[in-house]
């Protein structure tokens, strides 16, 4: 078994593994108001996925470019180096998208840089892990910050050909210090999940398109903290997640950039709601 998605998922452990951080970094990066001390979150940008992220009245999206490519490639392993970019806009919500308004700047950027190992530990399960060193920048304020992230996860693929059921276990550390009174803050995350078709296939050109579906929940190991600027601030300490893809047969793309999953989920923690568009594997 082979994942060949470009995901800002990593990883490698047996039944544990990691998050979609996500919340974390946009919700902060609402603080656009340049007079706001840092919207420190978006430094985890690139673990949050694409998405529309809506809390305390406020919207702001990010957009992941997963480049990748592969280092070296044998039948039990792959090693993979990614240089993902993240840009963060504020003040974006699903209400322009019919309107077809695009984000007027870009507020934050991240580039987060790693290395990637990905073991085929039997025809079932894949093992993988990960280390990021990177960097971000506030547009709004002029702020850098240092990004530091691993993590661990398993990937079981269920004996049931029909609706070949992925489980999918992540645990993950992310971490950054920024330019600003040399702050710092870190988090990190257990996750679980299920990915899962519903018996249905269709052709497409020279691709086989499947529709799947996945439900997932994510536990941090302390309250994560979102910023609002014009609200109290939100702690979870879980968040829920639905959605559905459409998995294609071979990956499509163009050089560094590929992706065979497109599609959608709904995430919430009761106070935090996330719209995230997705381009990869979705766990």
Not at 77 to 96: A, E
Not at 158 to 177: C, D, F, S
Not at 196 to 219: C, I, K, N, S
Request: charged share 20%; aromatic share 16%.
């Amino acid at each position: 078994m082979k994942f060949t998605c470009s995901d800002t998922s990593r990883s490698v452990a047996k039944a544990f593994a990691a998050l979609f951080i996500g919340l974390s970094v946009c919700v902060t990066c609402y603080a656009a108001d340049t007079n706001n001390p840092d919207v420190n979150h978006y430094a985890f940008a690139n673990y949050i996925g694409s998405g529309i992220y809506r809390a305390s009245g406020q919207n702001a999206a990010v957009v992941n470019i997963p480049f990748a490519f592969d280092i070296e490639e044998s039948e039990d392993h792959v090693l993979t180096l990614r240089l993902p970019i993240s840009l963060g806009f504020f003040d974006y919500s699903f209400s322009d998208l019919p309107e077809g308004e695009l984000p007027d700047n870009v507020g934050t950027m991240t580039i987060t840089p790693g290395i990637e190992y990905k073991w085929f530990y039997d025809e079932q399960l894949t093992l993988e892990s990960y280390l990021d060193l990177g960097y971000g920048h506030n547009f709004s304020n002029s702020s850098n910050v240092g990004i530091f992230s691993t993590g661990i996860s398993a990937l079981y693929e269920v004996a049931e050909p029909k609706y070949t059921p992925i489980w999918v276990n992540r645990v993950y550390y992310a971490g950054y210090k920024s330019s600003i009174n040399d702050s710092s803050e870190s988090y990190s995350v257990l996750q679980t999940g299920l990915d899962f078709g519903v018996g249905q296939h269709w052709d497409w050109g020279e691709y086989t398109v499947e529709p799947r579906l996945f439900v997932a929940g994510r536990w941090y190991f302390n309250k994560l903290k979102f910023i609002t600027p014009l609200d109290d601030d939100l702690q979870t300490s879980s968040t829920y997640e639905i959605g559905a893809t459409l998995a294609l047969s071979k990956p499509l793309g163009w050089g560094w950039f590929s992706t065979d999953r497109f599609g959608v989920s709904y995430q919430t923690d009761g106070e935090l709601q996330v719209w995230r568009l997705i381009f990869e594997f979705p766990m």
